[in-house]
Protein backbone atom coordinates (compact mmCIF):
# COMPACT_ATOMS: atom_id res chain seq x y z
CA UNK A 1 0.00 0.00 0.00
CA UNK A 2 1.51 3.52 -0.72
CA UNK A 3 2.05 5.91 2.24
CA UNK A 4 3.36 9.05 2.64
CA UNK A 5 6.32 9.58 4.76
CA UNK A 6 7.84 12.48 7.03
CA UNK A 7 11.87 11.87 7.91
CA UNK A 8 12.89 11.87 10.89
CA UNK A 9 15.45 14.45 9.33
CA UNK A 10 16.88 16.34 6.64
CA UNK A 11 20.05 17.70 6.58
CA UNK A 12 20.71 20.02 3.50
CA UNK A 13 24.84 20.51 4.12
CA UNK A 14 25.13 16.92 4.03
CA UNK A 15 22.60 16.08 1.58
CA UNK A 16 20.77 13.39 3.26
CA UNK A 17 17.44 12.58 4.74
CA UNK A 18 16.58 9.67 7.72
CA UNK A 19 14.11 7.77 8.13
CA UNK A 20 15.07 6.00 11.08
CA UNK A 21 11.44 6.58 12.64
CA UNK A 22 10.08 4.20 10.23
CA UNK A 23 10.06 0.48 11.15
CA UNK A 24 11.39 -1.96 8.85
CA UNK A 25 12.29 0.91 6.39
CA UNK A 26 13.30 -0.61 3.31
CA UNK A 27 15.25 2.42 0.54
CA UNK A 28 13.84 0.54 -2.40
CA UNK A 29 10.65 1.06 -2.17
CA UNK A 30 11.24 4.52 -2.02
CA UNK A 31 8.41 5.72 -4.85
CA UNK A 32 9.84 9.86 -4.74
CA UNK A 33 10.89 12.27 -2.50
CA UNK A 34 9.48 16.09 -2.55
CA UNK A 35 10.47 19.69 -0.26
CA UNK A 36 7.38 21.02 -0.23
CA UNK A 37 8.32 24.40 1.14
CA UNK A 38 11.00 24.60 -1.62
CA UNK A 39 8.64 23.16 -4.32
CA UNK A 40 10.93 20.67 -5.33
CA UNK A 41 11.99 17.17 -6.39
CA UNK A 42 14.93 15.67 -4.26
CA UNK A 43 14.08 11.84 -5.35
CA UNK A 44 12.69 10.21 -8.58
CA UNK A 45 13.76 6.76 -9.91
CA UNK A 46 12.78 7.79 -13.49
CA UNK A 47 14.45 11.22 -13.67
CA UNK A 48 18.42 11.26 -13.95
CA UNK A 49 20.43 13.05 -11.56
CA UNK A 50 17.40 12.55 -8.78
CA UNK A 51 18.63 8.73 -7.35
CA UNK A 52 20.24 7.75 -4.59
CA UNK A 53 23.95 8.51 -3.89
CA UNK A 54 24.35 6.06 -1.29
CA UNK A 55 22.54 4.09 1.71
CA UNK A 56 23.82 3.90 5.42
CA UNK A 57 21.26 2.05 7.59
CA UNK A 58 18.19 4.15 7.29
CA UNK A 59 19.69 7.53 5.83
CA UNK A 60 20.02 7.57 2.13
CA UNK A 61 22.26 10.40 0.76
CA UNK A 62 20.83 12.39 -2.57
CA UNK A 63 22.54 12.77 -6.02
CA UNK A 64 20.73 16.43 -5.98
CA UNK A 65 22.64 19.19 -4.73
CA UNK A 66 19.95 20.82 -1.39
CA UNK A 67 22.76 22.40 -0.03
CA UNK A 68 20.33 25.65 -0.80
CA UNK A 69 17.53 23.92 0.97
CA UNK A 70 16.36 24.73 4.96
CA UNK A 71 17.16 22.23 7.64
CA UNK A 72 13.42 23.01 8.69
CA UNK A 73 11.27 22.75 5.45
CA UNK A 74 8.79 20.59 5.21
CA UNK A 75 10.32 17.04 3.43
CA UNK A 76 7.93 14.39 2.78
CA UNK A 77 8.41 10.76 1.03
CA UNK A 78 5.93 8.52 -0.80
CA UNK A 79 6.39 5.07 -0.25
CA UNK A 80 5.27 1.37 -0.64
CA UNK A 81 5.12 -0.55 2.39
CA UNK A 82 5.00 -4.19 0.55
CA UNK A 83 1.22 -4.77 1.41
CA UNK A 84 -0.51 -5.92 -1.63
CA UNK A 85 -4.30 -5.07 0.06
CA UNK A 86 -6.06 -4.02 3.09
CA UNK A 87 -6.89 -6.55 5.48
CA UNK A 88 -9.41 -6.16 9.03
CA UNK A 89 -6.23 -6.02 10.77
CA UNK A 90 -5.02 -2.82 9.39
CA UNK A 91 -8.56 -1.31 9.64
CA UNK A 92 -9.98 1.04 12.85
CA UNK A 93 -12.79 -0.81 15.32
CA UNK A 94 -16.00 0.54 14.48
CA UNK A 95 -16.15 4.31 15.76
CA UNK A 96 -12.91 3.16 17.77
CA UNK A 97 -15.04 1.07 20.23
CA UNK A 98 -15.97 -1.83 18.01
CA UNK A 99 -19.70 -0.84 18.02
CA UNK A 100 -20.00 -1.20 22.19
CA UNK A 101 -21.27 2.29 22.57
CA UNK A 102 -24.51 3.53 21.48
CA UNK A 103 -23.62 6.15 18.42
CA UNK A 104 -25.74 9.12 17.38
CA UNK A 105 -26.72 8.72 13.61
CA UNK A 106 -27.94 11.55 12.60
CA UNK A 107 -25.42 14.48 14.74
CA UNK A 108 -25.07 17.27 14.49
CA UNK A 109 -29.10 17.43 14.23
CA UNK A 110 -31.02 18.40 17.56
CA UNK A 111 -31.25 15.62 20.24
CA UNK A 112 -34.74 14.67 22.15
CA UNK A 113 -33.16 13.90 25.48
CA UNK A 114 -35.31 12.38 28.21
CA UNK A 115 -35.63 11.01 31.98
CA UNK A 116 -34.82 13.14 35.24
CA UNK A 117 -31.21 13.95 36.60
CA UNK A 118 -31.49 15.38 40.80
CA UNK A 119 -28.34 17.89 40.85
CA UNK A 120 -26.47 18.30 43.69
CA UNK A 121 -23.86 20.54 44.22
CA UNK A 122 -22.23 18.33 46.63
CA UNK A 123 -21.79 21.05 49.36
CA UNK A 124 -23.35 21.83 53.34
CA UNK A 125 -24.61 24.71 55.19
CA UNK A 126 -22.60 26.21 57.59
CA UNK A 127 -23.16 25.56 61.44
CA UNK A 128 -26.01 27.05 62.36
CA UNK A 129 -27.34 28.17 59.38
CA UNK A 130 -30.56 26.59 58.72
CA UNK A 131 -32.67 26.93 55.31
CA UNK A 132 -36.51 28.71 56.31
CA UNK A 133 -39.64 26.39 55.57
CA UNK A 134 -40.21 25.34 52.03
CA UNK A 135 -36.75 25.93 50.44
CA UNK A 136 -34.45 23.38 49.33
CA UNK A 137 -30.79 23.33 47.35
CA UNK A 138 -29.20 26.11 46.14
CA UNK A 139 -32.58 27.72 44.67
CA UNK A 140 -34.06 27.90 48.29
CA UNK A 141 -30.63 29.66 49.47
CA UNK A 142 -31.25 31.39 46.54
CA UNK A 143 -34.60 32.27 47.08
CA UNK A 144 -33.58 32.62 50.95
CA UNK A 145 -31.34 35.71 49.90
CA UNK A 146 -33.77 37.60 47.92
CA UNK A 147 -36.35 37.21 50.50
CA UNK A 148 -34.07 38.58 53.29
CA UNK A 149 -32.30 41.15 50.73
CA UNK A 150 -36.11 42.31 49.83
CA UNK A 151 -36.85 43.02 53.46
CA UNK A 152 -34.54 45.65 56.05
CA UNK A 153 -31.36 45.05 56.95
CA UNK A 154 -30.69 45.55 60.52
CA UNK A 155 -27.43 47.86 60.61
CA UNK A 156 -25.24 48.01 63.81
CA UNK A 157 -24.14 52.05 64.39
CA UNK A 158 -22.47 50.88 67.68
CA UNK A 159 -18.95 53.40 68.26
CA UNK A 160 -19.54 54.97 64.83
CA UNK A 161 -19.38 59.04 64.12
CA UNK A 162 -20.36 61.04 61.81
CA UNK A 163 -17.72 63.88 60.59
CA UNK A 164 -19.99 66.82 59.19
CA UNK A 165 -18.76 69.50 56.86
CA UNK A 166 -19.84 73.47 57.27
CA UNK A 167 -21.84 74.87 54.77
CA UNK A 168 -22.57 78.64 55.45
CA UNK A 169 -23.01 80.30 59.09
CA UNK A 170 -24.04 77.77 62.08
CA UNK A 171 -25.23 78.51 65.26
CA UNK A 172 -26.72 75.69 67.34
CA UNK A 173 -27.81 74.52 70.87
CA UNK A 174 -26.89 71.28 72.53
CA UNK A 175 -28.96 71.47 75.67
CA UNK A 176 -27.20 68.49 77.48
CA UNK A 177 -23.71 68.91 76.23
CA UNK A 178 -21.47 67.71 77.52
CA UNK A 179 -23.12 64.51 77.00
CA UNK A 180 -23.15 61.89 74.78
CA UNK A 181 -25.56 62.69 71.89
CA UNK A 182 -27.74 59.95 69.70
CA UNK A 183 -27.40 60.19 66.40
CA UNK A 184 -29.99 58.12 63.83
CA UNK A 185 -28.67 57.23 60.55
CA UNK A 186 -32.85 55.44 59.61
CA UNK A 187 -33.58 58.40 57.71
CA UNK A 188 -30.19 59.53 55.90
CA UNK A 189 -30.71 59.08 51.76
CA UNK A 190 -29.22 56.59 49.81
CA UNK A 191 -25.81 57.84 47.55
CA UNK A 192 -26.77 58.80 44.36
CA UNK A 193 -26.81 55.86 41.96
CA UNK A 194 -27.21 53.23 44.92
CA UNK A 195 -28.99 50.08 44.05
CA UNK A 196 -32.64 49.31 45.81
CA UNK A 197 -34.60 46.49 45.82
CA UNK A 198 -37.26 48.26 43.55
CA UNK A 199 -34.40 48.91 41.08
CA UNK A 200 -34.14 44.51 40.57
CA UNK A 201 -36.23 42.53 38.22
CA UNK A 202 -37.31 39.07 40.20
CA UNK A 203 -35.35 36.28 39.43
CA UNK A 204 -37.23 34.68 36.19
CA UNK A 205 -39.96 36.47 37.21
CA UNK A 206 -40.85 33.41 39.45
CA UNK A 207 -38.87 34.01 42.53
CA UNK A 208 -36.61 31.59 41.69
CA UNK A 209 -39.14 28.56 42.26
CA UNK A 210 -38.93 27.21 38.75
CA UNK A 211 -35.94 26.31 36.95
CA UNK A 212 -35.37 27.15 33.61
CA UNK A 213 -33.76 25.91 30.07
CA UNK A 214 -34.00 28.88 27.32
CA UNK A 215 -33.24 27.12 24.71
CA UNK A 216 -35.43 24.13 24.52
CA UNK A 217 -38.95 24.84 23.49
CA UNK A 218 -40.21 22.05 25.28
CA UNK A 219 -40.17 21.16 29.24
CA UNK A 220 -36.94 18.29 29.35
CA UNK A 221 -37.56 15.23 31.55
CA UNK A 222 -34.28 14.63 33.45
CA UNK A 223 -33.63 11.54 35.85
CA UNK A 224 -30.22 10.78 37.71
CA UNK A 225 -27.90 12.08 40.07
CA UNK A 226 -24.95 15.03 39.01
CA UNK A 227 -23.44 16.44 41.79
CA UNK A 228 -22.09 19.55 40.80
CA UNK A 229 -18.78 21.32 41.39
CA UNK A 230 -18.02 25.11 40.25
CA UNK A 231 -14.63 24.42 39.46
CA UNK A 232 -13.68 27.99 41.80
CA UNK A 233 -11.73 29.04 44.70
CA UNK A 234 -12.24 31.51 47.31
CA UNK A 235 -10.34 34.91 47.69
CA UNK A 236 -7.81 35.06 49.70
CA UNK A 237 -8.56 35.46 53.11
CA UNK A 238 -11.98 34.06 52.82
CA UNK A 239 -12.68 31.24 54.78
CA UNK A 240 -15.79 29.17 54.75
CA UNK A 241 -17.17 28.97 58.38
CA UNK A 242 -17.48 25.64 60.16
CA UNK A 243 -19.37 23.04 58.75
CA UNK A 244 -19.90 24.61 54.94
CA UNK A 245 -18.63 23.04 51.91
CA UNK A 246 -19.37 23.41 48.53
CA UNK A 247 -21.93 26.10 47.02
CA UNK A 248 -24.36 26.11 49.32
CA UNK A 249 -21.85 26.11 52.26
CA UNK A 250 -21.21 30.21 51.15
CA UNK A 251 -25.08 30.80 50.42
CA UNK A 252 -25.73 29.38 53.82
CA UNK A 253 -23.28 31.47 55.33
CA UNK A 254 -24.77 34.91 53.16
CA UNK A 255 -27.66 34.32 54.67
CA UNK A 256 -26.41 33.28 58.09
CA UNK A 257 -24.74 36.89 57.98
CA UNK A 258 -28.26 39.27 56.39
CA UNK A 259 -30.10 37.47 58.91
CA UNK A 260 -27.60 39.30 61.87
CA UNK A 261 -27.02 42.53 62.26
CA UNK A 262 -24.32 44.10 59.96
CA UNK A 263 -21.71 46.28 61.33
CA UNK A 264 -21.11 49.43 59.45
CA UNK A 265 -17.90 51.57 60.12
CA UNK A 266 -18.09 55.28 59.28
CA UNK A 267 -14.92 56.17 60.39
CA UNK A 268 -12.88 58.96 57.98
CA UNK A 269 -16.74 60.03 55.81
CA UNK A 270 -18.15 63.42 56.11
CA UNK A 271 -22.00 64.59 55.88
CA UNK A 272 -22.53 67.94 54.14
CA UNK A 273 -24.96 69.96 56.24
CA UNK A 274 -26.50 73.13 55.18
CA UNK A 275 -27.97 74.78 58.36
CA UNK A 276 -32.01 76.05 58.44
CA UNK A 277 -33.34 78.48 60.91
CA UNK A 278 -31.47 79.88 63.58
CA UNK A 279 -28.49 77.74 65.21
CA UNK A 280 -26.60 78.71 68.50
CA UNK A 281 -23.93 76.94 70.49
CA UNK A 282 -24.42 77.35 73.90
CA UNK A 283 -20.50 77.69 76.08
CA UNK A 284 -20.79 76.59 79.69
CA UNK A 285 -18.00 78.72 80.98
CA UNK A 286 -18.66 81.88 79.11
CA UNK A 287 -17.47 84.52 79.67
CA UNK A 288 -14.40 83.49 81.11
CA UNK A 289 -11.68 83.95 78.38
CA UNK A 290 -11.28 81.05 75.66
CA UNK A 291 -8.47 79.46 75.07
CA UNK A 292 -7.33 79.06 71.46
CA UNK A 293 -4.25 77.48 69.94
CA UNK A 294 -2.51 79.03 67.16
CA UNK A 295 0.28 76.86 65.97
CA UNK A 296 -1.27 75.07 63.02
CA UNK A 297 -2.58 78.22 61.63
CA UNK A 298 -1.03 79.42 58.41
CA UNK A 299 1.04 82.41 58.35
CA UNK A 300 -0.13 85.29 56.23
CA UNK A 301 0.92 85.11 52.34
CA UNK A 302 4.77 87.12 52.50
CA UNK A 303 5.42 86.69 55.71
CA UNK A 304 9.11 86.55 57.21
CA UNK A 305 10.69 83.19 58.65
CA UNK A 306 13.39 81.62 60.04
CA UNK A 307 14.73 80.12 57.11
CA UNK A 308 14.44 84.01 55.18
CA UNK A 309 16.50 85.89 57.80
CA UNK A 310 20.29 86.22 57.33
CA UNK A 311 22.29 85.18 60.06
CA UNK A 312 23.87 87.10 63.00
CA UNK A 313 26.60 89.35 61.23
CA UNK A 314 25.53 87.27 57.73
CA UNK A 315 28.12 84.89 58.83
CA UNK A 316 26.02 82.95 61.28
CA UNK A 317 28.70 84.33 63.83
CA UNK A 318 31.52 82.80 62.43
CA UNK A 319 33.23 85.33 62.09
CA UNK A 320 35.39 87.95 64.45
CA UNK A 321 33.50 91.35 64.63
CA UNK A 322 34.36 94.60 65.85
CA UNK A 323 32.37 95.50 68.96
CA UNK A 324 34.08 99.36 69.91
CA UNK A 325 33.93 100.30 65.87
CA UNK A 326 34.97 103.39 64.99
CA UNK A 327 37.98 103.00 67.43
CA UNK A 328 41.19 102.75 66.76
CA UNK A 329 41.92 99.06 66.84
CA UNK A 330 45.25 97.20 67.84
CA UNK A 331 46.66 95.36 64.91
CA UNK A 332 49.22 92.40 65.09
CA UNK A 333 51.95 91.91 62.77
CA UNK A 334 54.08 89.13 63.41
CA UNK A 335 54.92 86.67 61.17
CA UNK A 336 53.85 88.61 58.67
CA UNK A 337 56.25 89.65 55.77
CA UNK A 338 56.63 92.51 52.84
CA UNK A 339 58.16 92.87 49.88
CA UNK A 340 60.03 95.46 48.91
CA UNK A 341 58.86 95.92 45.79
CA UNK A 342 55.76 96.94 46.63
CA UNK A 343 57.16 99.69 48.58
CA UNK A 344 57.45 103.88 47.14
CA UNK A 345 61.03 103.95 45.80
CA UNK A 346 62.91 106.32 48.05
CA UNK A 347 64.05 109.64 46.43
CA UNK A 348 67.34 110.26 45.00
CA UNK A 349 70.41 111.64 47.14
CA UNK A 350 71.10 110.57 50.88
CA UNK A 351 68.23 109.60 52.63
CA UNK A 352 67.64 108.85 56.23
CA UNK A 353 65.33 106.68 57.45
CA UNK A 354 65.58 106.33 61.03
CA UNK A 355 68.37 104.82 63.38
CA UNK A 356 68.32 101.35 65.03
CA UNK A 357 69.77 101.18 68.97
CA UNK A 358 71.77 98.04 69.20
CA UNK A 359 72.23 97.40 72.94
CA UNK A 360 75.55 95.53 72.43
CA UNK A 361 77.36 97.19 69.58
CA UNK A 362 79.95 97.29 68.12
CA UNK A 363 79.50 93.20 69.17
CA UNK A 364 79.06 90.21 66.32
CA UNK A 365 75.29 89.98 66.07
CA UNK A 366 73.33 87.26 64.83
CA UNK A 367 70.52 87.01 61.75
CA UNK A 368 68.47 84.54 61.45
CA UNK A 369 64.64 83.85 60.06
CA UNK A 370 62.26 81.50 60.64
CA UNK A 371 63.70 78.78 57.60
CA UNK A 372 67.27 78.79 59.18
CA UNK A 373 65.97 77.53 62.43
CA UNK A 374 66.68 73.90 63.15
CA UNK A 375 63.85 71.52 62.31
CA UNK A 376 62.26 70.06 65.72
CA UNK A 377 60.63 66.89 63.52
CA UNK A 378 60.49 64.70 60.64
CA UNK A 379 57.13 62.92 59.49
CA UNK A 380 57.88 60.28 56.87
CA UNK A 381 56.07 60.36 53.40
CA UNK A 382 54.43 57.35 51.51
CA UNK A 383 53.89 58.49 47.73
CA UNK A 384 50.37 59.59 46.89
CA UNK A 385 49.72 59.86 50.44
CA UNK A 386 48.40 63.77 51.37
CA UNK A 387 49.67 65.17 54.63
CA UNK A 388 50.08 68.53 56.22
CA UNK A 389 52.36 71.13 54.93
CA UNK A 390 55.66 71.61 56.86
CA UNK A 391 59.07 73.51 56.40
CA UNK A 392 61.06 71.74 54.03
CA UNK A 393 61.42 68.38 52.24
CA UNK A 394 63.95 65.55 52.60
CA UNK A 395 64.87 63.32 50.46
CA UNK A 396 66.73 60.32 51.31
CA UNK A 397 67.50 59.08 47.39
CA UNK A 398 69.02 55.56 46.59
CA UNK A 399 68.89 55.77 43.05
CA UNK A 400 68.27 59.30 40.52
CA UNK A 401 65.29 60.36 39.39
CA UNK A 402 62.52 62.99 39.68
CA UNK A 403 60.61 64.17 42.33
CA UNK A 404 57.46 65.98 42.09
CA UNK A 405 55.97 67.41 44.72
CA UNK A 406 52.58 68.79 45.20
CA UNK A 407 52.69 71.72 47.38
CA UNK A 408 50.38 73.74 50.02
CA UNK A 409 49.19 76.23 47.16
CA UNK A 410 47.91 73.72 44.81
CA UNK A 411 50.62 74.03 42.32
CA UNK A 412 53.23 71.38 41.75
CA UNK A 413 56.78 70.88 41.14
CA UNK A 414 59.72 68.26 39.34
CA UNK A 415 62.88 68.45 40.63
CA UNK A 416 65.98 65.58 39.90
CA UNK A 417 67.86 63.98 43.09
CA UNK A 418 70.47 62.10 42.70
CA UNK A 419 71.92 59.66 45.63
CA UNK A 420 72.42 61.26 49.24
CA UNK A 421 70.80 63.45 51.81
CA UNK A 422 68.97 66.52 50.11
CA UNK A 423 66.33 69.00 51.41
CA UNK A 424 64.10 70.78 49.53
CA UNK A 425 62.61 74.10 51.65
CA UNK A 426 59.22 73.75 49.67
CA UNK A 427 55.73 73.32 51.72
CA UNK A 428 54.81 70.33 50.49
CA UNK A 429 52.01 68.15 51.09
CA UNK A 430 52.10 65.15 48.68
CA UNK A 431 55.00 63.61 46.93
CA UNK A 432 52.95 62.55 43.47
CA UNK A 433 53.19 59.08 42.43
CA UNK A 434 52.76 59.89 38.53
CA UNK A 435 55.63 62.11 38.25
CA UNK A 436 58.15 60.38 40.83
CA UNK A 437 60.62 57.95 39.29
CA UNK A 438 63.22 58.20 41.91
CA UNK A 439 64.09 55.76 44.58
CA UNK A 440 64.09 57.45 47.46
CA UNK A 441 62.45 58.12 51.40
CA UNK A 442 60.69 60.74 51.93
CA UNK A 443 59.85 63.06 55.15
CA UNK A 444 58.05 66.20 56.08
CA UNK A 445 60.46 68.40 58.62
CA UNK A 446 58.70 70.15 60.79
Not at 108 to 133: C, K
Request: charge should be neutral; hydrophobic fraction near 45%; proline fraction near 6%.
Amino acid sequence: MKQVLIPAAFNPSAGTVDFSNVPGFVPTRLLAIVNSSARAVLYDPTSAGLGIASITGSAIKLQADVSAHGASDRVIAFYDDGQTMATAARQPALHADGGSLAHVANFPATQTVSGSVTANDGGAPITGASLPTGGSGVTGWLSAIWSKLSGTLAVSWSGQSVASTQSGAWSVVVSNLPATQAISASSLPLPIGAATAANQPALHADGGSLAHVANFPSTQTVSGSVTANDGGAPITGASLPTGGSGVTGWLSAIWSKLSGTLAVSWSGQSVASTQSGAWSVAVSNLPATQAISATSLPLPIGAATAANQPALHADGGSLAHVANFPATQAVSWSGQTVGVSSLPSLPAGSNTIGSVNVANFPALQSVSDVQNAPFSGAVAMTVGTVYAAQRSLGVLCAASGNVQMLLSDGSGLTLPVTPGWQTFPFAVIQVVAAGTTATASYFNLK
